[in-house]
């Protein structure tokens, strides 16, 4: 596993392409000085590809932080451009498919991920494996909270997503998720979404009976977990051709 504070021996300075520069581009921007890399380019908008887009190809990689509407096109442009693509957008993955074809017709490489963080990969992790342990009990029913600042857009998370896709493929009768504000059927996993001022992001899985509770949390205290788990991610990219996510990273 790469460890978080220290830049690998071989690795060569890279130059990177910052496609968004919200908070977490600037994030990105201030982990990526710190870890001897370069910013090299900063596009946060139609204008900046306009004047900007010739200058993606003297770049090493790309890390894309945007939203879900444009970040399938940043990609796009990216493969064109035949750079690597580090994408943490969430939101749009059920175009992930398609990505993927264009990605290896065109023999490019992608890395997405719907979260980052070291640990929340780990936290994925234990999900499956209480889930597969849990799985033939009925008597314990699972929920997905998640909480984040009110600037994000989507709703539930793309991590939420992750942690209920994995309980959903260990546990029979459970087809799909659903928002836990409505009435939902029985063979539907209910996810709370809220939305807080300054909360980087806290998921909570829960099992629940009617004789005790299971719960595995996860919890951020700020944006640098994300932003070196891009850049450790953009830095294992060199190099390779295809389609990746954490679980090749970090071979869990």
């Avoid at 951020?220 to 996510?245: C, D, M, P, T, Y």
Wanted: one cysteine or more.
């Amino acid at each position: 596993m790469p460890c978080l504070n220290q830049q690998p021996q071989t690795m060569n300075h890279l130059r990177i392409a910052l496609i968004g520069y919200g908070k977490m581009g600037k994030e990105v921007e201030k982990t990526a000085i710190a870890r001897g890399h370069q910013i090299a380019l900063i596009i946060d908008n139609e204008d900046h590809w306009e004047q900007f887009a010739d200058k993606l190809t003297s770049c090493d990689v790309a890390i894309e932080f945007t939203t879900p509407d444009v970040a399938p096109k940043n990609i796009i442009k990216c493969f064109e451009a035949d750079i690597p693509v580090v994408c943490g957008t969430t939101g749009w993955l059920n175009e992930l498919p398609n990505i993927s074809r264009i990605c290896h017709q065109k023999n490019q490489s992608l890395f997405w991920a719907s979260n980052f963080s070291i640990g929340v990969n780990f936290f994925f992790k234990l999900n499956s494996q209480l889930a597969n342990m849990l799985s033939e009990l009925d008597g314990y029913r699972p929920r997905i909270m998640e909480t984040h600042h009110t600037e994000k857009m989507d709703a539930p998370s793309g991590t939420a997503i992750t942690l209920a896709n994995d309980i959903i493929t260990a546990r029979p009768g459970l087809t799909k998720w659903g928002d836990a504000s409505t009435d939902l059927p029985a063979n539907t996993l209910p996810i709370k979404s809220y939305r807080i001022e300054n909360i980087t992001g806290t998921h909570a899985v829960t099992y629940e009976s009617v004789i005790d509770s299971i719960e595995i949390k996860h919890t951020a205290h700020n944006r640098s977990g994300f932003a070196e788990g891009a850049l450790i991610a953009a830095e294992w990219l060199q190099n390779k051709k295809g389609v990746f996510n954490m679980h090749d990273l970090l071979n869990i």
